[in-house]
C-alpha cells in the first residue's frame, strides 16, 4: 500500500470523507507567528466552517475566506499585517490542516514517497498553501505526525516543523486536535499552537 493511501485509511477513508460537505469546529490558536506582523492576540478563539470540497472557510470573527481570492500582493514583506491577511493566513492553513490527507489524493497534486514513512507533495499552483513543496511524516498507524513546510507568507526564512500530537476520531474520520509548529532545524518559541474542539461533521 501506497504511503499516502495508507494515510488516507488511517484517517477514516475515502469513502467517508467524500460524504461530507462541511466539518464545524472550535479552536485555540497561540505562538508567536501574529505578534511577529504586528497582530499579537489576533486570533485567539474562533469558529469555523470548513468546506471540504473546496478552499473555503467561514469564521464568526474574521470574515469569509475564499481560495479563489489568491494571495493578497506582498503579504510577506508588511511589517503588519491587515485584517484580510490575516483572513487569508488563518483561512488557507485551516483548510489544509483539517483537509489532509484527503486532499492530497487530488489529481493535481504530485506524492514522493521518501525514506522513513515520509512523502514530498508537490501542490499546483492555484491552492492556497504554506509552500508548493511540503513532507508529510507518518507514523506506524499511518497517522500524520508531522509536516515540514515554509511559510511563505511569512517570508523564505519560516521554515515551519509541524507537530500533529494528539489525534481524536471523531464519527469515523480522524483529526489531529493539538498541533504545534516549531521553527525547523533551530531552537526557539512555538510560532503557532492550535487547540481543536466541538468537531460537527455535516
Known amino acids: 500500500m501506497r504511503l499516502l493511501d495508507e494515510a488516507i485509511t488511517a484517517h477514516g477513508g475515502m469513502e467517508r470523507w467524500r460524504e ?16 511577529l506582523k504586528g497582530r499579537p492576540g489576533v486570533l485567539g478563539e474562533l469558529a469555523a466552517s470548513v468546506d471540504t470540497r473546496r478552499p473555503h472557510v467561514q469564521f464568526d470573527r474574521l470574515g ?12 510577506a514583506r508588511r511589517l503588519r499585517w491587515t485584517d484580510r491577511d490575516v483572513l ?7 483548510w489544509n490542516y483539517i ?6 489524493a ?6 514522493e514517497e521518501l525514506a522513513g514513512r515520509r512523502f514530498r507533495v508537490t501542490f499546483p499552483p492555484d491552492l492556497p498553501t504554506h509552500s508548493r513543496s511540503q513532507t ?5 498507524d499511518g497517522r500524520i505526525t508531522r509536516i515540514d513546510y515554509t511559510a511563505e507568507v511569512f517570508g523564505p526564512w519560516a521554515r515551519a516543523a509541524h507537530h500533529c ?19 525547523r532545524g533551530l531552537p526557539g518559541p512555538p510560532l503557532v499552537t492550535i487547540s481543536i474542539d466541538d468537531i460537527t461533521l455535516e
Not at 464545524?24 to 497561540?30: A, D, M
Open 88 to 94: 487569508h493566513f488563518t483561512g488557507y492553513a485551516l
Open 165 to 183: 500530537l494528539v489525534h481524536e476520531r471523531i464519527d469515523g474520520l480522524l483529526f489531529a486536535t493539538r498541533r504545534l509548529v516549531v521553527p
Open 20 to 35: 461530507l460537505k462541511r466539518i464545524k469546529l472550535n479552536l485555540r490558536c497561540g505562538g508567536i507567528a501574529m505578534a
Open 99 to 104: 483537509t489532509a490527507p484527503f486532499m492530497l
Open 64 to 75: 469569509t475566506f475564499d481560495g479563489v481570492d489568491g494571495r493578497p500582493p506582498r503579504i
Open 136 to 140: 508529510v511524516h507518518l507514523g506506524p
Open 106 to 111: 487530488n489529481d493535481d497534486v504530485t506524492v
